[in-house]
């Protein structure tokens, strides 16, 4: 089947289903996604089932024809099926079926991919489908569009058609293919491709494109503003191909990307909203194409009919393919959850086992008792004496609490609480059945479970990590009826994908493993992980290697089958002149392959883990390694162009990257930490040898920024900065400061080792930090499209972690100074709090309690080293017996003055008592000892002396006095005693204070 | 079949002969012919078959989805066919029966339709196929794009997808169709047309667009610089979608117009250019899918076969379907250049008959001879004393002449040339046969025809007015064998196109006719004509009306079928509420439909002809007056939106219309030819009340060219003025004025009649020529885009022939004065020589011998009133006898004295001999005369009585004598005579001076 042939077969089969066959649109997009005949149709309640090509044009993915599939513009082939039918993920597999795909030569597997567009305000949950490891359609469950919640949800499916075409026609390039009739895609399509690729990377200019985005931005206003809401869709279309254009030029920076997608958000969201009020308005047409299903019937429990002993209960959830992190955290759950909801319920059990694969949760419960046991429940009536009368018969109360108890009111008894008798009702309710218990709980443990991001996909408006599409629920061999999410329980479950997942009945919860060994499913997570490292391990050694421990690896990978045949996969050795990072880099997160290496050097093997078992796994090992090819095609590609100049070299184009408009380009940031890193060297006295080396490092520090590779794989930025540095002739301290000074990117991250790398780091967040915030974009809310809160808690891990000391105020203000723009008083303000609160957390992260670090913080804040050391020697201190007394001695001065703003005079000659004289006498000592003091030690020690004289004070001395004069110079004397603490901790914070 | 039906089938279809199934572009497009794979891959010589569907974008054409079949959003379905297959018409209409069209149901027909897109650089020739009236199609052989001439030729094919959706589901107007799965067109579609309507009439801004425009320009050019041609070709594509934008929006004038489309061409050539250098570069990679037919063998000619005795001949050459104009053109032709190639052949013949349809051209000639006769060729040898010697032998320079003859030395003869013998070969040629000459000639026949404008369609690269299919030649009942375009002659013609076009043997000669007829095939254009007038006079009186008298249309007609079959049709009475011009110019141009009168008012039913014989022709008539439903729908869209208000209140919106960048708006000219129009009327003496009509029709003259019913049909322009004028009150005078000032709009066209129209109309051409030459815009070689020809044409017309007189020079000068510009001196010469230029172009139609017209345009080109009548006169005074010896006695005088820059001082005392004296009285007394007088009549007085003193001067006196004194005095007396037509005419310039 040539490409022609693919879209006819596609179309026919999608029409067939009821599917209106759409045109591509005539404006650029990035996706099909971006044809109103999706994004604008899944809005509202109208169904709508679509399918229609759409090229799609990425112009940074362009590659000048030369990766084998990775080109600027691809032809989607996009599907749309709205409500969800119930079975889209088996549709799209017999679509690709009606191609010719043979799912027992090629391994099919949905991986995890959570898609959003930021520019339209939209976002769904789904997969990428992999066939051979090779990404061929997109699968989406649409959430939200323009900011709405959509309902009912739709289903986008996106086939990538070359490389579905590439497969059969087992090309190894989309230039091989033939499009039809003897025709190749070279010959239609590779000049546009190079000369596409010329104009984004080359030519296109970028004032005259910035130009035209504002003039479409314009546009699409007041297109809004005139209620025409197509032509408004228009132009943000034209907005975004042109950013994509203006983002592949490298011409965007980071800050003001942001800016982009929120300004297209911004007037899509109105788009969005236009449509609905369109659509309301008339009547929301297409409802009367709505086609109605019949929810089942969940048939009645006969109690009978179930085991009268304990018997083995099975519960399997039928899930469309769970994210890796999902399947762990639900068998969690469900690990603690089944056991508590059963004895909750009292319902005898034993032996609960928890399983998951991709495609299903599993409860195995070893024995389940048939029935709750009976249980007396006991209701309180009237005070006895008041439900009888003198005569011993029951008044009207006690007759009324009868009726209302539904019995006899002879059998009222009598019990007494608390001293006193009342008349009680006591009734023996029966245990229910372990049937009619679970079927109620079932629905409600599934409901019970929690994911990070969960989704809706069909009428019920159920949530869960993906759908739920069959239950099966079995005690002993009889069916626990119960619904859930649209689907009502049963005994039919279904088996592997590549066998087309085809419906299986289990007789009973005994037999259930064996009935799933039997169809090639391992449920049992460590016995396919198991099976996974041993073979794994084994075609490691076979090409004399061995695969570095990964167990994060190893569990994603065990999460990804239900019955894994990992094999080996080789790669072309010219590629392992590619540093060894970077093929690992790809080889694990875009293929989750197991890299092979020999004495700490790769390999050109990989280890990949198939789906299922095969007899002839020659195509699919093909695949695998044509798609890493690609992958390196790409890396090979970049990492040329790359190492085609210096480093430095690259500098003038981060010019051309804006930082922030108002904040200049790249450029100037780093002209700006280049200034800043000498000052901040000067203030936590670096060695000059650090500063030399920091300045340099600080110089190059974002250069990779504007290198293809990181501009790609932007996970790699300062590690190919230290690479591309010691291959331009950099020191190796100056790579290594390159490298570290993005450290820590993230929770759990290292801190940067050498100093220069932690002088450049700490300049680039402090120059982020103040000038955002003085440009006016501090994170709001839960958003901080700018990275603020990573950079300020970078800050301060890195200072109080490898105990720097630093005026953070006196950093902010130069840093400030450095500026383009004018930093307001109330800006530095802000971003000291900002930074402080980043501390606050980060002290608690580390487990010290919030009294103590807000005690810590209320002085030390601006200093994130001595806050941490402070509050490490306040805690040692609050877990010793003595402290809390010296807090007690403490409290007492403090408390009394506090609503004092100012101070008094001391009048130490108008002390009359003993008391206030020895009290006056230690409060000096104190505070010419607290002259020399820093720490809490010091401070305690300071503080330890006067708790006597204190408690003296207060026992002999009455402060309050009616006497004015006396009365304020002893509040004197205890503000002294007050302020003692002043510059080091805010006792008054503390707990017991 | 729904609309989706109809694409997939089509696909299908076109995939099945060959063809690629490619994508729409992702850019707003007019037609598909501007995606690459039409416009681009057309170019140069490789093999190129391919089919897609493309939304094409009108802009204009948008009347917010309430007119039944006009949207500015329509689909295409195009197809290249790239060399032409050689039955690409067959083809396609076998694609419209895979989608079910019944051709004994539908009138089918190909009407011409050259195509051009200006922005393109490209044409092409072919036709619009019309089912019931409608048109479904445009069919065109490409000849040119880019400004290359295509070889091999395109055939393209471009459905309009609805229209052809419509018929099959009897839908009266898109909105009822059925996209797919019981979705309308109105549930897909209405709201993004009528929004994109909104959008494009109301919303989108000049100021941006414009600027969108320039961005999308420079950005073109800037990638053609870099040699990426396709991101240059997207831009195009950019700008022509905004400007057709604008011009929706009524912001481009005319002059405007054409600048846009000069810059878009210029562009575009270069990509064209650069696209066939970049294939020439690649190799011209797709030749090797090149397929080579084999040229046919002309079979010989066995003359033994032929008739012996004089046999009747029939030539018919079968074409697809030929213009109008053509068809009469060539039919005129071949009754000229028959006999004669038959003459001059030598082949006796009688009764030549030419007859023609859309689909053939014969000739019949009831008797040609056998053969021609024998014929005697005699040679010249060498003289005959030097071809023998004196012994009577045969020297050597005879028996060369005679071995190079072929004959023996004996059979050479003696024959006298000049009083002189010379030996010569008589050579007896016998005649050949009439198939031998006819075989020779036929192609030579056929190759000579012309026609204004021809086509070339496959690799024998014959031209010819449309495609060459097939060749009858019968001479008796014998083929008479040749090759002509790549067809060899044969005996099979092809019948009518509903009945599939079949092919019909023709026995003989003889049988032609008959056969013909027999296959509903009426040859004879004339009785086909006298057919339909019969017909459709009796329809129209069927229903109390008559046709007026419309010979043209009639023709047209004639020459649109081959078996005609008028129908009346009838249309909703609530259009008669349009003015009956507009109805009657809407039926006529686009329908071709007779226009049904009574009493000299329209009445709601029309005539049309249809091409075949049909049994049922309910299903084409309700055709044939949908397609006018929607075309008045459309024309009562804009009367009611042009009556909304005043025509005055259009006046603002010219503002908005660019006349030309530098000379401002529209609404500018309409202000300066206001103040033109007082200067005018004194120049010319125009009455007071004529000047007040002729004020306020300048005022309002423009204004039309802002309403909807000018702007969709231009040749309305002035008529809907008028029309509006008188609907919103103004005097019928200046109605009258706002329609004459744009007479003559043509060759043969009316002048104005009232003196204020003929005011306006001066006024504006004076505006515009001067204007547009100030502006560097004078016409160059044959392009004239601003119409500068015709209204240079127009001035001196009305001037001429209505006789008034005016200084052309002055009326320049005034109206450069109002100008928002300087005009050199030099630009006012320019447009005078100009209008010479036209003047005299003028004169020479009106049949004046160009000498007089030179003689006349020497001295009073600046006033062509004056003009036309000084040639008048002039040309009457040369057809007279005695004008020859006039203009002698001129002549010498004037002869003798031009090579004389200067004037001589004339001394008449120095005068000595009497013929002197005599001559210098008569001089004196003629000077005297010529004072007085202005035309010719008199100027001839003047000259006549200088005759005889001239002869004797010139008999008795020696001028140019040794003495230079006497010599000049007699050149000045002579010079004076010379001078005396100066001022009227310029003798020296007629024919015999």
Same mark, same amino acid.
């Given at each position: 089947?040539?490409?022609?042939?693919?879209?006819?077969?596609?179309?026919?089969?999608?029409?067939?289903?009821?599917?209106?066959?759409?045109?591509?649109?005539?404006?650029?997009?990035?996706?099909?996604?971006?044809?109103?005949?999706?994004?604008?149709?899944?809005?509202?309640?109208?169904?709508?089932?679509?399918?229609?090509?759409?090229?799609?044009?990425?112009p940074?993915?362009?590659?000048?024809?030369?990766?084998?599939?990775?080109?600027?513009?691809?032809y989607?082939?996009?599907?749309?099926?709205?409500?969800?039918?119930?079975?889209?993920?088996?549709?799209?597999?017999?679509?690709?079926?009606?191609?010719?795909?043979?799912?027992?030569?090629?391994?099919?597997?949905?991986?995890?991919?959570?898609?959003?567009?930021?520019?339209?305000?939209?976002?769904?949950?789904?997969?990428?489908?992999?066939?051979?490891?090779?990404?061929?359609?997109?699968?989406?469950?649409?959430?939200?569009?323009?900011?709405?919640?959509?309902?009912?949800?739709?289903?986008?499916?996106?086939?990538?058609?070359?490389?579905?075409?590439?497969?059969?026609?087992?090309?190894?390039?989309?230039?091989?293919?033939?499009?039809?009739?003897?025709i190749?895609?070279?010959?239609?399509?590779?000049?546009?491709?190079?000369?596409?690729?010329?104009?984004?990377?080359?030519? &296109?200019?970028?004032?005259?494109?910035?130009?035209?985005?504002?003039?479409?931005?314009?546009?699409?206003?007041?297109?809004?503003?005139?209620?025409?809401?197509?032509?408004?869709?228009?132009?943000?279309?034209?907005?975004?191909?042109?950013?994509?254009?203006?983002?592949?030029?490298? &011409?965007?920076?980071?800050?003001?990307?942001?800016?982009?997608?929120?300004?297209?958000?911004d007037?899509?969201?109105q788009?969005?909203?236009?449509?609905?009020?369109?659509?309301?308005?008339? +009547?929301?047409?297409?409802?009367?194409?709505?086609?109605?299903?019949a929810?089942?019937?969940?048939?009645?429990?006969?109690?009978?009919?179930?085991?009268?002993?304990?018997?083995?209960?099975?519960?399997?959830?039928?899930?469309?393919?769970?994210?890796?992190?999902?399947?762990?955290?639900?068998?969690e759950?469900?690990?603690?959850?089944?056991?508590?909801?059963?004895?909750?319920?009292?319902?005898?059990?034993?032996?609960?086992?928890?399983?998951?694969?991709?495609?299903?949760?599993?409860?195995?419960?070893?024995?389940?008792?048939?029935?709750?046991?009976?249980?007396?429940?006991?209701?309180?009536?009237?005070?006895?004496?008041?439900?009888?009368?003198?005569?011993?018969?029951?008044?009207?109360?006690?007759?009324?609490?009868?009726?209302?108890?539904?019995?006899?009111?002879? &059998?009222?008894?009598?019990?007494?609480?608390?001293?006193?008798?009342?008349?009680?009702?006591?009734?023996?309710?029966?245990?229910?059945?372990?049937?009619?218990?679970?079927?109620?709980?079932?629905?409600?443990? @599934?409901?019970?479970?929690?994911?990070?991001?969960?989704?809706?996909?069909?009428?019920?408006?159920?949530?869960?990590?993906?759908?739920?599409?069959w239950?099966?629920?079995?005690?002993?061999?009889?069916?626990?009826?119960?619904?859930? &999410?649209?689907?009502?329980?049963?005994?039919?479950?279904?088996?592997?994908?590549?066998?087309?997942?085809?419906?299986?009945?289990i007789?009973?919860?005994?037999?259930?493993?064996?009935?799933?060994?039997?169809?090639?499913?391992?449920?049992?997570?460590?016995?396919?992980?198991q099976?996974?490292?041993?073979?794994?391990?084994?075609?490691?050694?076979?090409?004399?290697?061995?695969?570095?421990d990964?167990?994060?690896?190893?569990?994603?990978?065990?999460?990804?089958?239900?019955?894994?045949?990992?094999?080996? +996969?080789?790669?072309?050795?010219?590629?392992?002149?590619?540093?060894?990072?970077?093929?690992?880099?790809?080889?694990?997160?875009?293929?989750?392959?197991?890299?092979?290496?020999?004495?700490?050097?790769?390999?050109?093997?990989?280890?990949?883990?198939?789906?299922?078992?095969?007899?002839?796994?020659?195509?699919?090992?093909?695949?695998?390694?044509?798609?890493?090819?690609?992958?390196?095609?790409?890396?090979?590609?970049?990492?040329?162009?790359?190492?085609?100049?210096?480093?430095?070299?690259?500098?003038?184009?981060?010019?051309?990257?804006?930082?922030?408009?108002?904040?200049?380009?790249?450029?100037?940031?780093?002209?700006?930490?280049?200034?800043?890193?000498?000052?901040?060297?000067?203030?936590?006295?670096?060695?000059?040898?650090?500063?030399?080396?920091?300045?340099?490092?600080?110089?190059l520090?974002?250069?990779?920024?504007?290198?293809?590779?990181?501009?790609e794989?932007t996970?790699?930025?300062?590690?190919?900065?230290?690479?591309?540095?010691?291959?331009?002739?950099?020191?190796?301290?100056?790579?290594?400061?390159?490298?570290?000074?993005?450290?820590?990117?993230?929770? +759990?991250?290292?801190?940067?080792?050498?100093?220069?790398?932690?002088?450049?780091?700490?300049?680039?967040?402090?120059d982020?930090?103040?000038?955002?915030?003085?440009? +006016?974009?501090?994170?709001?809310?839960?958003?901080?499209?700018?990275?603020?809160?990573?950079?300020?808690?970078?800050?301060?891990? @890195?200072?109080?972690?490898?105990?720097?000391?630093?005026?953070?105020?006196?950093?902010?203000?130069?840093?400030?100074?450095?500026?383009?723009?004018?930093?307001?008083?109330?800006?530095?303000?802000?971003?000291?709090?900002?930074?402080?609160?980043?501390?606050?957390?980060?002290?608690?992260?580390?487990?010290?309690?919030?009294?103590?670090?807000?005690?810590t913080?209320?002085?030390?804040?601006?200093?994130?080293?001595?806050?941490?050391?402070?509050?490490?020697?306040?805690?040692?201190w609050?877990?010793?017996?003595?402290?809390?007394?010296l807090?007690?001695?403490?409290?007492?001065?403090?408390?009394?003055?506090?609503?004092?703003?100012?101070?008094?005079?001391?009048?130490?000659?108008?002390?009359?008592?003993?008391?206030?004289?020895?009290?006056?006498?230690?409060?000096?000592?104190?505070?010419?000892?607290?002259?020399?003091?820093?720490?809490?030690?010091?401070?305690?020690?300071?503080?330890h002396?006067?708790?006597?004289?204190?408690?003296?004070?207060?026992?002999?001395?009455?402060?309050?006095?009616?006497?004015?004069?006396?009365?304020?110079?002893?509040l004197?004397?205890?503000?002294?005693?007050?302020?003692?603490?002043?510059?080091?901790?805010?006792?008054?914070?503390?707990?017991?204070?």
């Amino acid at each position: 089947m040539n490409f022609q042939d693919v879209v006819m077969r596609l179309e026919r089969f999608w029409a067939e289903k009821g599917c209106l066959i759409w045109q591509p649109y005539n404006v650029q997009v990035g996706a099909g996604t971006m044809n109103p005949a999706t994004v604008l149709r899944v809005l509202g309640p109208e169904p709508w089932n679509v399918a229609y090509v759409e090229p799609s044009i990425r112009p940074a993915d362009g590659r000048y024809g030369e990766n084998p599939n990775r080109w600027q513009q691809f032809y989607q082939y996009q599907v749309i099926l709205k409500p969800d039918p119930g079975n889209p993920v088996e549709l799209y597999l017999d679509s690709l079926k009606a191609l010719g795909i043979d799912f027992r030569q090629h391994d099919i597997r949905l991986v995890e991919d959570n898609w959003a567009a930021p520019a339209l305000g939209a976002w769904g949950q789904g997969w990428e489908i992999w066939m051979d490891g090779q990404e061929i359609t997109q699968f989406t469950y649409f959430q939200q569009a323009g900011g709405f919640d959509l309902n009912p949800v739709s289903v986008e499916i996106t086939y990538g058609l070359e490389r579905i075409v590439m497969v059969q026609q087992g090309a190894r390039a989309f230039v091989d293919m033939e499009w039809g009739h003897g025709i190749t895609y070279v010959d239609v399509l590779l000049r546009s491709e190079v000369e596409h690729c010329v104009y984004n990377f080359q030519v &296109a200019n970028v004032e005259r494109l910035k130009q035209m985005y504002d003039l479409y931005e314009a546009e699409a206003k007041s297109a809004l503003e005139a209620g025409v809401l197509i032509s408004a869709h228009d132009y943000v279309l034209k907005c975004s191909h042109v950013f994509n254009v203006l983002d592949a030029r490298g &011409a965007v920076g980071v800050t003001e990307r942001a800016r982009y997608f929120a300004r297209m958000r911004d007037v899509w969201c109105q788009v969005a909203k236009a449509y609905l009020a369109q659509r309301e308005a008339l +009547g929301f047409p297409l409802l009367k194409h709505k086609q109605v299903t019949a929810v089942p019937d969940v048939p009645a429990i006969d109690p009978a009919r179930f085991p009268q002993q304990p018997a083995r209960f099975l519960l399997e959830l039928g899930v469309e393919e769970l994210p890796v992190q999902d399947l762990d955290g639900a068998m969690e759950q469900l690990r603690a959850a089944v056991p508590r909801m059963l004895s909750a319920a009292r319902l005898g059990f034993n032996d609960v086992h928890i399983y998951g694969t991709p495609r299903r949760l599993v409860v195995d419960i070893s024995a389940v008792a048939p029935r709750q046991p009976d249980e007396e429940r006991v209701v309180k009536g009237p005070p006895a004496d008041f439900a009888f009368d003198k005569e011993g018969q029951p008044t009207r109360a006690a007759l009324g609490f009868a009726r209302g108890q539904g019995i006899d009111v002879s &059998a009222l008894q009598k019990r007494e609480y608390e001293g006193k008798n009342y008349v009680v009702a006591v009734k023996l309710v029966p245990g229910r059945s372990a049937a009619q218990v679970l079927a109620e709980l079932l629905p409600e443990l @599934i409901g019970s479970l929690k994911f990070a991001k969960v989704m809706r996909w069909n009428a019920s408006g159920a949530t869960f990590s993906r759908a739920i599409r069959w239950l099966v629920a079995l005690l002993g061999d009889q069916v626990v009826p119960f619904a859930c &999410a649209g689907v009502v329980s049963g005994r039919v479950t279904h088996g592997l994908r590549p066998l087309d997942s085809p419906a299986i009945e289990i007789p009973g919860a005994d037999a259930y493993l064996d009935v799933m060994e039997a169809h090639a499913i391992v449920v049992d997570p460590e016995k396919r992980q198991q099976d996974i490292r041993t073979q794994v391990t084994a075609l490691a050694a076979s090409v004399g290697g061995y695969t570095p421990d990964d167990p994060v690896l190893l569990r994603e990978v065990t999460h990804l089958v239900e019955w894994p045949t990992p094999m080996l +996969g080789h790669f072309a050795e010219e590629f392992l002149q590619l540093p060894q990072e970077v093929l690992i880099a790809v080889m694990k997160k875009h293929q989750r392959y197991f890299p092979v290496m020999k004495d700490g050097q790769l390999l050109p093997y990989f280890v990949t883990v198939a789906n299922g078992r095969y007899e002839h796994p020659e195509a699919m090992r093909h695949g695998y390694e044509e798609v890493l090819r690609a992958r390196y095609s790409d890396a090979a590609f970049f990492f040329k162009a790359d190492t085609g100049k210096k480093l430095e070299d690259f500098l003038p184009r981060l010019n051309t990257l804006t930082f922030q408009t108002r904040l200049g380009s790249v450029l100037d940031k780093v002209s700006r930490v280049e200034k800043l890193v000498p000052v901040l060297a000067g203030m936590t006295a670096a060695p000059d040898s650090e500063q030399q080396v920091a300045v340099r490092a600080a110089h190059l520090c974002k250069a990779d920024l504007a290198t293809q590779m990181v501009v790609e794989l932007t996970s790699l930025q300062g590690t190919m900065g230290a690479k591309y540095a010691t291959l331009s002739g950099e020191t190796p301290a100056v790579a290594e400061a390159i490298y570290e000074h993005y450290l820590p990117r993230g929770a +759990g991250d290292a801190l940067p080792r050498s100093i220069a790398g932690t002088l450049v780091g700490l300049a680039d967040r402090l120059d982020s930090l103040v000038g955002l915030f003085a440009v +006016g974009l501090a994170p709001t809310g839960s958003a901080d499209p700018y990275g603020l809160r990573r950079a300020a808690l970078g800050l301060v891990q @890195i200072l109080s972690e490898k105990g720097i000391s630093l005026s953070l105020r006196e950093a902010f203000r130069t840093a400030a100074a450095l500026l383009p723009v004018s930093v307001a008083e109330s800006d530095l303000l802000a971003v000291q709090d900002f930074v402080t609160q980043r501390l606050r957390g980060w002290l608690l992260e580390l487990g010290y309690r919030y009294d103590l670090a807000d005690a810590t913080l209320a002085e030390r804040a601006d200093d994130p080293a001595a806050a941490l050391a402070t509050v490490r020697s306040l805690s040692e201190w609050a877990s010793r017996p003595e402290f809390a007394a010296l807090l007690t001695a403490y409290s007492r001065p403090s408390r009394i003055t506090r609503e004092y703003a100012g101070e008094f005079p001391l009048h130490p000659e108008a002390f009359t008592e003993q008391a206030e004289q020895d009290l006056y006498q230690a409060v000096l000592a104190a505070q010419q000892q607290r002259a020399s003091v820093e720490d809490v030690d010091g401070l305690m020690a300071v503080l330890h002396p006067l708790a006597q004289p204190i408690d003296r004070f207060f026992a002999q001395v009455f402060v309050m006095v009616e006497d004015r004069v006396v009365r304020e110079n002893r509040l004197a004397l205890l503000q002294r005693i007050a302020a003692l603490p002043k510059g080091i901790v805010d006792l008054t914070q503390v707990l017991g204070y």
